[in-house]
């Protein structure tokens, strides 16, 4: 082996002293060398098998195959969970509020992605509910959903603006037949909420129609009764008009029941109508629709009155609430002795 590594002719045997002689090295040399070469073929063919491709534990082409539950579970992570979306009632009144009332609700089903626009779930929902498109119209509690935004685009977390939840819930509007009239209501006892003695709500509201061009002013009040309790005929509207952006405007009563809304140019240049509740009847006098007190005592409102009785601050009058509003709902001590006994 040795003569063969270092070219070396066989031939009669040699002592290792002929060898070393031969090869002119020195004993500790020649074992140096031998150990540096023994060292660098060790490390070579340690390599060697380092880089050697491992046997698989299963073939290729199985390791290549998908599967079926990972598929399933990977496609139901992409996809939405059933959305929820409700329908408003036929008809003139469009607004939505805490007190729209919604005669029909469904589920999408089909399953619909976050990167989805709002024009391709609008579609999905008019194939399965058999309707047109054009009366698939989505809005928010308070904002309109326009096609080009994106279903990921309809949560925030914000409380107030119904788009809070995920996956979001929408509502549906059918098209406008004519043109949508805005009416603002301001804060007032009248619209107010009560129960049990206290105060449920007391805010701004703003009304929505779908009026015609030649929808007369006393049919628009018989909207807005229909929804705020008011009679018609106590009704006082204003009509906020603009021509262009660059003025402010005017201001027209539309104190003529008999006129129609084109009368008024309002398809065209209203911003919103006005509403107030006009404190006297035809005739000039005071219409007492609440309860008073005059030298005779005390006159509780009319039968027919909408005024929520509650809303009363005098706490005086004999049909008072038992519940005083300025008084909270509990005190701790009378929790504490209650719950010792």
Aim: hydrophobic share 40%; net charge negative; charged share 30%.
């Amino acid at each position: 082996f040795w003569l063969k590594r270092f070219g070396l002719q066989p031939g009669p045997p040699l002592g290792l002293s002929h060898i070393m002689a031969s090869l002119g090295e020195e004993p500790g040399i020649l074992g140096a060398r031998l150990l540096d070469a023994e060292v660098a073929r060790l490390r070579a063919a340690k390599e060697a098998l380092a880089n050697k491709p491992k046997a698989l534990a299963v073939p290729g082409e199985q390791m290549l195959r998908i599967d079926a539950g990972q598929l399933k579970a990977a496609k139901d992570a992409e996809l939405l969970k059933p959305m929820r979306v409700r329908f408003i009632e036929e008809g003139p009144d469009r607004t939505i509020d805490q007190f729209t009332k919604y005669p029909k609700e469904c589920k999408l089903e089909g399953g619909m992605s976050a990167q989805q626009t709002v024009l391709e779930l609008r579609q999905a929902i008019a194939e399965q509910e058999l309707l047109p498109l054009e009366d698939i119209n989505l809005f928010g509690q308070n904002t309109v959903l326009t096609d080009r935004l994106a279903i990921a685009d309809l949560y925030v977390d914000w409380m107030g603006f119904g788009l809070e939840d995920w996956p979001p819930r929408v509502i549906s509007k059918p098209r406008v037949r004519g043109f949508e009239i805005y009416v603002d209501v301001p804060a007032c006892r009248d619209t107010s909420i009560w129960e049990a003695g206290r105060m449920q709500s007391y805010f701004d509201r703003q009304l929505i129609f779908d009026v015609l061009p030649d929808t007369k002013v006393a049919e628009l009040k018989a909207m807005i009764a229909s929804r705020l309790g008011i009679p018609a005929k106590r009704h006082k509207l204003t009509a906020h008009l603009r021509e262009t952006l660059r003025d402010s405007g005017c201001y027209v009563v539309l104190d003529d029941d008999n006129k129609v809304m084109s009368d008024f140019s309002l398809q065209q240049h209203c911003v919103a109508v006005k509403f107030e509740k006009s404190m006297f009847d035809e005739s000039g006098e005071f219409v007492f629709d609440d309860a008073y007190w005059d030298e005779e005592g005390y006159h509780p409102p009319p039968a027919n009155s909408w005024i929520p009785l509650d809303s009363l601050c005098d706490r005086r009058r004999p049909d008072a609430q038992k519940a005083d509003p300025n008084q909270p709902l509990s005190i701790a001590s009378d929790r504490r002795n209650a719950a010792q006994h």
